[in-house]
């Protein structure tokens, strides 16, 4: 995890570390160019070098740089841009060096001048620092299009020249790095795209002590990327069930779009809720039953073309009793009905829910109902549906996606998940988080789907809204990441990003912490959260049996979840079953008496061994006594000892 800060939070550290900790500038930017050099160092032997040098404090670091390089065997170049007059302080002192050397730096003076440079193997670009904030242009734009045009390193200083450090976006033109050496802390531009694609691999160079300086601890955003350690899972208890880990409504699925359903289903149980609790349409059960078996499918009334109707509504509030999450969404169609059963869920269920896709169009026209919501909702849009709930084109959405996301969560008190290249999960406060992992070959119908899956996974075991939507957020790219190394970018599929959710989970679990259950959520909030959503007690969670396995050729039997309990085994499986289902659980209880009372027998004779082993102890240890106030009686006397007579 690495704290990402704007330019303007840079820059009060940079004065933190002169003013308070009293750090020269020049001493700041003398370690800045030794990063710089120990990265060009670690890929290069001494080779042909041009720094190209604007003339503020970024061009000093490349004044300072190249000073550092030229000591160390390089043959260097240095190349300027703009006027020697507007040299800053400590870069008119790097610069300095370089005016008593033969071969000066040239100031260009047009563009002609670019071609007449003769070619280097490494180019630094210390152009433009973090500070950048107008299009660019000029002998600026033309020296970023050499740079860019070169067959060699290219190493940008504290940030590629032409990149927002604020939001990433390229100011007309920029410069394209392999390797990108900032310092002290990432800027938020490193990490949102595009800049973070021309940013090349990031080194962060600490160049000073900001010990004591609360900026930092008071930064609003963080960056994760792939691998990252401080991303972790506990483990899980051994005395664990499904019910500690959650029961997940998921709302999904329409005639066409059943798919939608299954690839939710399948990636919020490979995130691990206990329980998967599937409601659709008659056309999507079918289909759930078939390819999620471990879920639980419950059928609504169905409509017009395969749609909901609008009695769907009306069994939302007996369905969600006792669940611990709800997620709503992917693939569910668009229509009055699916506008009925937002509204129901968004209103009268206190859990966690999670929104996305057709539900999110449903929401649209429907804000303010969030501002009547019952417990913590969850929003995950692409940017096109964003543009539709925001009402802001979506051009100028990612053009600054981290600030309308916060802006969007804060106003209306959600969590919202952003999806992109770089997603940012936002929370009601004004925090985000950047997350960075995921991979190329994600970008398919469906994956959407899958993220909501986990995220209401996570949510269901009882994660708070924003920890479940970054930690889904997180894995999913994982696991999409491990697809792609499997399965290539080109040729892999949503649910192969299902397939190794596992596989990114298990990278992530710790054995330090412990793993989130319900029970623990709802321990430790139990003045907040109404506790008929969270049940405690096992005879509540195993209210809705869970063996559910619909075992079927042809036509599918449809079952309601509340007529479950009266199910009949399929004669098929009679031949397979040693004794009925109520005659089975009679001898479990029957087993597990008889266990209990081996288990009392056990103690009751380990206490009387104990006794009796006590009892021995005193006896010996009284004759002992015995023995000695005799012998200390007969050496008043004067008597001997007696003797152990002798045999043999």
């Given at each position: 995890m690495h704290i990402a800060l704007t330019p303007a939070q840079m820059r009060a550290v940079d004065k933190y570390m002169i003013e308070v900790k009293k750090i020269p500038g020049i001493l700041l930017m003398e370690n800045a160019a030794y990063g710089v050099f120990d990265s060009i160092r670690a890929e290069m032997e001494p080779c042909s070098v041009q720094v190209f040098c604007g003339t503020g404090n970024n061009g000093g670091d490349g004044l300072a740089a190249a000073r550092i390089l030229l000591s160390n065997g390089y043959d260097v170049q240095v190349v300027m841009i703009g006027k020697q007059g507007d040299l800053s302080g400590d870069a008119q002192i790097n610069y300095a060096f370089f005016e008593s050397q033969d071969e000066k730096p040239l100031w260009l003076a047009n563009e002609e001048e670019l071609d007449e440079l003769a070619p280097a193997e490494v180019y630094v670009d210390a152009l433009f620092g973090t500070g950048l904030s107008r299009p660019v242009e000029g002998l600026y734009a033309a020296a970023i299009r050499h740079i860019n045009e070169q067959d060699a390193l290219v190493v940008s200083v504290d940030i590629p020249s032409g990149v927002n450090a604020q939001t990433g976006a390229v100011m007309g033109m920029a410069v394209r790095a392999e390797i990108t050496v900032t310092f002290q802390y990432p800027k938020i531009g490193h990490f949102m795209f595009p800049g973070r694609e021309y940013a090349g691999e990031v080194a962060v160079v600490k160049i000073g002590v900001d010990d004591g300086c609360d900026i930092p601890l008071q930064a609003t955003v963080c960056a994760y990327e792939s691998d990252d350690e401080d991303m972790c899972l506990g483990q899980r208890a051994r005395g664990t069930n499904k019910g500690s880990y959650g029961r997940l409504l998921l709302i999904a699925g329409s005639t066409g779009m059943s798919g939608a359903a299954v690839l939710a289903a399948r990636a919020a149980s490979r995130a691990g809720a206990g329980l998967v609790v599937a409601a659709s349409t008659e056309s999507t059960v079918g289909v759930l039953q078939g390819n999620v078996p471990e879920a639980i499918c419950h059928m609504f009334p169905g409509g017009i073309d395969g749609r909901l109707s609008s009695l769907a509504a009306a069994e939302i509030e007996e369905l969600g009793q006792g669940k611990t999450a709800i997620a709503i969404g992917p693939g569910l169609g668009r229509g009055s009905a699916e506008t009925e059963l937002?509204?129901?869920?968004?209103?009268?269920?206190?859990?966690?829910?999670?929104?996305?896709?057709?539900?999110?169009?449903?929401?649209?026209?429907?804000?303010?109902?969030?501002?009547?919501?019952?417990?913590?909702?969850?929003?995950?849009?692409?940017p096109k549906e964003f543009s539709m709930l925001c009402g802001l084109p979506v051009d100028e959405i990612l053009n600054d996606p981290l600030r309308y996301a916060v802006k969007f969560a804060v106003e209306h008190?959600?969590?919202?998940?952003?999806?992109?290249?770089?997603?940012?999960?936002?929370?009601?406060?004004?925090?985000?988080?950047?997350?960075?992992?995921?991979?190329?070959?994600?970008?398919?119908?469906?994956?959407?789907?899958?993220?909501?899956?986990?995220?209401?996974?996570?949510?269901?075991?009882?994660?708070?809204?924003?920890?479940?939507?970054?930690?889904?957020?997180?894995?999913?790219?994982?696991?999409?990441?491990?697809?792609a190394e499997q399965q290539g970018e080109y040729s892999m599929t949503p649910m192969d990003t299902v397939n190794y959710i596992g596989a990114a989970i298990e990278e992530m679990l710790v054995d330090y912490i412990e793993a989130d259950t319900v029970q623990k959520k709802t321990s430790d909030s139990l003045d907040e959260a109404e506790t008929s959503d969270f049940p405690l007690n096992e005879e509540a969670l195993e209210a809705e049996e869970a063996e559910r396995e619909e075992l079927f050729t042809g036509e599918p039997q449809r079952l309601f979840e509340q007529d479950r309990e009266e199910e009949e085994s399929p004669a098929f499986l009679e031949k397979y079953m040693d004794e009925p289902a109520e005659e089975h659980d009679k001898a479990l209880i029957a087993e597990e008496e008889e266990l209990e009372q081996e288990q009392r027998e056990l103690v009751r004779d380990e206490t009387a061994e104990a006794e009796e082993r006590e009892s021995e102890e005193q006896a010996m240890e009284a004759t002992q006594e015995m023995k000695r106030e005799i012998l200390q009686e007969l050496s008043r006397k004067g008597e001997s000892s007696p003797t152990r007579r002798k045999i043999g």
């Amino acid at each position: 995890m690495h704290i990402a800060l704007t330019p303007a939070q840079m820059r009060a550290v940079d004065k933190y570390m002169i003013e308070v900790k009293k750090i020269p500038g020049i001493l700041l930017m003398e370690n800045a160019a030794y990063g710089v050099f120990d990265s060009i160092r670690a890929e290069m032997e001494p080779c042909s070098v041009q720094v190209f040098c604007g003339t503020g404090n970024n061009g000093g670091d490349g004044l300072a740089a190249a000073r550092i390089l030229l000591s160390n065997g390089y043959d260097v170049q240095v190349v300027m841009i703009g006027k020697q007059g507007d040299l800053s302080g400590d870069a008119q002192i790097n610069y300095a060096f370089f005016e008593s050397q033969d071969e000066k730096p040239l100031w260009l003076a047009n563009e002609e001048e670019l071609d007449e440079l003769a070619p280097a193997e490494v180019y630094v670009d210390a152009l433009f620092g973090t500070g950048l904030s107008r299009p660019v242009e000029g002998l600026y734009a033309a020296a970023i299009r050499h740079i860019n045009e070169q067959d060699a390193l290219v190493v940008s200083v504290d940030i590629p020249s032409g990149v927002n450090a604020q939001t990433g976006a390229v100011m007309g033109m920029a410069v394209r790095a392999e390797i990108t050496v900032t310092f002290q802390y990432p800027k938020i531009g490193h990490f949102m795209f595009p800049g973070r694609e021309y940013a090349g691999e990031v080194a962060v160079v600490k160049i000073g002590v900001d010990d004591g300086c609360d900026i930092p601890l008071q930064a609003t955003v963080c960056a994760y990327e792939s691998d990252d350690e401080d991303m972790c899972l506990g483990q899980r208890a051994r005395g664990t069930n499904k019910g500690s880990y959650g029961r997940l409504l998921l709302i999904a699925g329409s005639t066409g779009m059943s798919g939608a359903a299954v690839l939710a289903a399948r990636a919020a149980s490979r995130a691990g809720a206990g329980l998967v609790v599937a409601a659709s349409t008659e056309s999507t059960v079918g289909v759930l039953q078939g390819n999620v078996p471990e879920a639980i499918c419950h059928m609504f009334p169905g409509g017009i073309d395969g749609r909901l109707s609008s009695l769907a509504a009306a069994e939302i509030e007996e369905l969600g009793q006792g669940k611990t999450a709800i997620a709503i969404g992917p693939g569910l169609g668009r229509g009055s009905a699916e506008t009925e059963l937002i509204e129901e869920v968004v209103l009268n269920h206190a859990v966690t829910k999670v929104i996305d896709a057709d539900a999110l169009y449903a929401l649209h026209d429907n804000l303010e109902i969030l501002e009547q919501k019952r417990g913590d909702v969850i929003l995950t849009p692409h940017p096109k549906e964003f543009s539709m709930l925001c009402g802001l084109p979506v051009d100028e959405i990612l053009n600054d996606p981290l600030r309308y996301a916060v802006k969007f969560a804060v106003e209306h008190e959600v969590v919202l998940v952003l999806k992109g290249s770089t997603t940012v999960v936002a929370d009601p406060f004004g925090n985000a988080s950047l997350v960075c992992a995921g991979s190329p070959g994600m970008a398919k119908g469906g994956s959407g789907d899958v993220l909501t899956g986990v995220i209401a996974g996570f949510a269901a075991q009882g994660k708070d809204a924003y920890e479940a939507a970054l930690m889904g957020v997180y894995v999913a790219g994982m696991a999409g990441e491990y697809a792609a190394e499997q399965q290539g970018e080109y040729s892999m599929t949503p649910m192969d990003t299902v397939n190794y959710i596992g596989a990114a989970i298990e990278e992530m679990l710790v054995d330090y912490i412990e793993a989130d259950t319900v029970q623990k959520k709802t321990s430790d909030s139990l003045d907040e959260a109404e506790t008929s959503d969270f049940p405690l007690n096992e005879e509540a969670l195993e209210a809705e049996e869970a063996e559910r396995e619909e075992l079927f050729t042809g036509e599918p039997q449809r079952l309601f979840e509340q007529d479950r309990e009266e199910e009949e085994s399929p004669a098929f499986l009679e031949k397979y079953m040693d004794e009925p289902a109520e005659e089975h659980d009679k001898a479990l209880i029957a087993e597990e008496e008889e266990l209990e009372q081996e288990q009392r027998e056990l103690v009751r004779d380990e206490t009387a061994e104990a006794e009796e082993r006590e009892s021995e102890e005193q006896a010996m240890e009284a004759t002992q006594e015995m023995k000695r106030e005799i012998l200390q009686e007969l050496s008043r006397k004067g008597e001997s000892s007696p003797t152990r007579r002798k045999i043999g």
